[in-house]
């Protein structure tokens, strides 16, 4: 079995007085993707934006290659190699493509050069729109630089929020070959509601329904599971 | 030579077209045309026209540092150039001699005040949301205002404080003539602004370049997203204030040494800081440039508007109703800005930009 990345034990998060997650646990493991899956308000994205220090959580431990950052503030989590992209992809909107990205890149070293030549390679629409203001962009290539803008630096890990919320299928079946790509030098930690692409790039799963972790395993066995899928997910089953 | 990346070579030819540019020549030719003005329209007037426009165009500028460029909204902004304009006065007007070493310290002590000033002020307000960081500014730079009027023993209250300039700054100083010109110390004065109006421009410009810059534009569009890439957002918005309020703090200087004195009315007035902001907004908000256009705007708007009756009556002697209006040159301003916002939603140069890039394609690399 791989190591563990990425731990939180029984996370707890408050949004004003609002319970949203009732200790949390899940993991990430070494060379895999995990997903995070569930229905609207289950705490999904409340799990990674609290992972990230974007929310605090008031009970419990996140652990991240040995270390406790559940009281360390965004940046040093960032800095640590955590990237993130937001379910709205956060994206500059005023700044063009390529500050986009030099404002991603934490280094600008050699290694961070070439790592943006891989990116563009990987997303090839950023380099016809480098100049262009960002805002400008479609959704799936707001998705693309959000997530470019998140591997620029040496990213140990990756959270990525629903990135194909309101995507067209083809560009969806991009973006499952670049978080395939992705997955071979990251450990990458993916909620997502739409399950063809959660069964397409993801190892282990994680369901989260009223803010707990109800069910968890290989992503195998709950392809095959359709109790599961229609109990948790609302896919119903096929006849 | 290493061979070059396509985001390397695209950069190299970037760099290489922004001297032969359109945009580039235009710039050159405003320049030139602030170099010009005291041969091509010799008198005062026109003078010191040239001269607030370009010292209000950098105030400006500075202050688009912190709302168009760190989404900073700072009503103190005007309290730094005041700190600059009273600190020259004092130190050669009151409490020195007009020399150049006190001409100096001034500057120096101003800046020192400035910083210590602006950075209480970061740490103060930033922990806060924008509209109090607003609130707390007023207040702050009110407060101010009621210091420099109440403390007149020490800042000559509203009368302020008269002081004549050092050496070749000396009104009386006079050079003799070039080409037709009497080269006196105000001109002096007038060409020694324009050397450090320029120098603080081109820095903003770098400033606003380089990668901090870009951290600073990231945080006005989006500051948790800045934060969770990995920048101390509150480091680069309180390096971002102190920044902008020490490039206003030198114009305070600038302008006093011009004018020759210091009062709360010139120098710190909360109208001046609605004039700034008016600028902004008719300039463009994030263009740096927009403060040129701002400013030139509205001292137009101040120095001939006002002449408007007169010249309505040399016109139409019998139209009394033209007359009346005319009289109402404030009337006439409102209705300007309304329009110049109307149609430049963006500011003068953020919608000629936006209308530019429209117009060019998308290179790719």
């Not at chain 1, 803008?149 to 040496?154: P, S, T, V, Y």
């Not at chain 1, 397409?200 to 799963?205: A, L, M, P, W």
């Not at chain 2, 309020?245 to 120098?267: D, K």
Request: net charge neutral.
């Amino acid at each position: 079995m791989s190591e563990t990345i990425l731990k939180t034990e029984a996370i707890h998060t408050f949004i004003g007085q609002h319970h949203i997650l009732q200790g949390v646990s899940f993991e990430a493991r070494a060379d895999a993707v995990t997903v995070l899956i569930g229905r609207n308000g289950a705490g999904k994205s409340s799990t990674l934006k609290t992972v990230m220090g974007l929310l605090p959580a008031s009970e419990g431990k996140i652990i991240f290659k040995g270390k406790e950052i559940q009281s360390r503030k965004p940046y040093d989590i960032a800095r640590l190699g955590i990237g993130f992209v937001p379910e709205n992809m956060g994206i500059f909107a005023d700044l063009t493509v390529e500050e986009n990205m030099q404002v991603a890149m934490l280094r600008e070293d050699a290694a961070t050069a070439e790592r943006l030549e891989s990116v563009l390679e990987m997303f090839t629409a950023l380099r016809d729109f480098w100049r262009a203001k960002a805002g400008i962009l479609s959704g799936g290539q707001k998705q693309m630089l959000a997530i470019a803008r998140a591997i620029i630096n040496d990213t140990a890990l990756l959270l990525i929020d629903e990135p194909t919320k309101g995507l067209a299928p083809i560009i969806i079946n991009a973006l499952i070959d670049a978080i395939n790509q992705i997955k071979q030098h990251s450990v990458v930690v993916l909620v997502e509601q739409n399950f063809y692409m959660a069964s397409s790039v993801g190892d282990y799963f994680f369901i989260l329904d009223d803010g707990k972790v109800v069910h968890s395993g290989a992503m195998a066995e709950l392809v095959q599971d359709e109790e599961m899928q229609s109990k948790y997910l609302g896919i119903s089953k096929s006849v | 030579m290493a061979e070059q990346t396509p985001v390397q070579i695209f950069r190299r030819q970037e760099r290489q077209k922004q001297y032969r540019s359109g945009t580039f020549f235009l710039k050159l030719a405003v320049l030139l045309l602030f170099i010009l003005v005291p041969f091509l329209f010799p008198s005062f007037k026109s003078l010191d026209l040239a001269l607030k426009i370009m010292i209000f165009a950098v105030l400006v500028a500075s202050f688009d540092i912190l709302l168009g460029y760190t989404g900073i909204l700072s009503f103190g902004h005007v309290m730094f150039f005041g700190i600059g304009a009273y600190s020259v006065a004092l130190l050669i007007g009151k409490y020195g001699n007009p020399t150049y070493i006190n001409l100096v310290i001034g500057f120096i002590v101003a800046l020192g005040i400035t910083s210590a000033l602006a950075l209480i002020v970061s740490f103060l307000s930033l922990r806060v949301k924008a509209i109090f960081f607003a609130m707390v500014t007023l207040a702050i730079a009110e407060f101010a205002i009621i210091l420099a009027t109440k403390l007149s023993g020490f800042t000559g209250g509203e009368d302020g404080i008269i002081m004549s300039m050092p050496g070749i700054f000396k009104v009386s100083f006079n050079m003799g003539k070039f080409l037709g010109v009497e080269i006196t110390g105000r001109l002096i004065t007038y060409y020694f602004i324009l050397v450090v109006c320029l120098g603080l421009f081109l820095l903003m410009i770098r400033f606003i370049n380089s990668p901090l810059g870009r951290v600073m534009q990231a945080i006005r569009d989006n500051e948790p997203r800045a934060e969770a890439i990995g920048y101390k957002t509150f480091i680069v918005k309180s390096i971002s204030i102190c920044f902008g309020c020490l490039v206003s703090t030198i114009l305070g200087g600038l302008y006093a040494m011009w004018v020759g004195y210091a009062n709360p009315e010139s120098v710190l007035g909360i109208p001046i800081m609605l004039d700034v902001l008016l600028m902004e907004i008719v300039g463009g908000m994030g263009t740096l440039y927009g403060g040129l256009a701002g400013a030139a705007f509205l001292e137009f708007a101040h120095s001939f508007l006002p002449d408007l009756q007169n010249f309505a009556k040399s016109l139409f002697p019998g139209a009394h109703f033209l007359h009346a209006a005319m009289e109402r040159w404030l009337l006439i301003f409102g209705i300007l800005f309304i329009m110049v916002v109307f149609f430049f939603p963006k500011g003068i140069i953020g919608s000629v930009q936006d209308f530019m890039a429209r117009r060019k394609t998308a290179p790719s690399i």
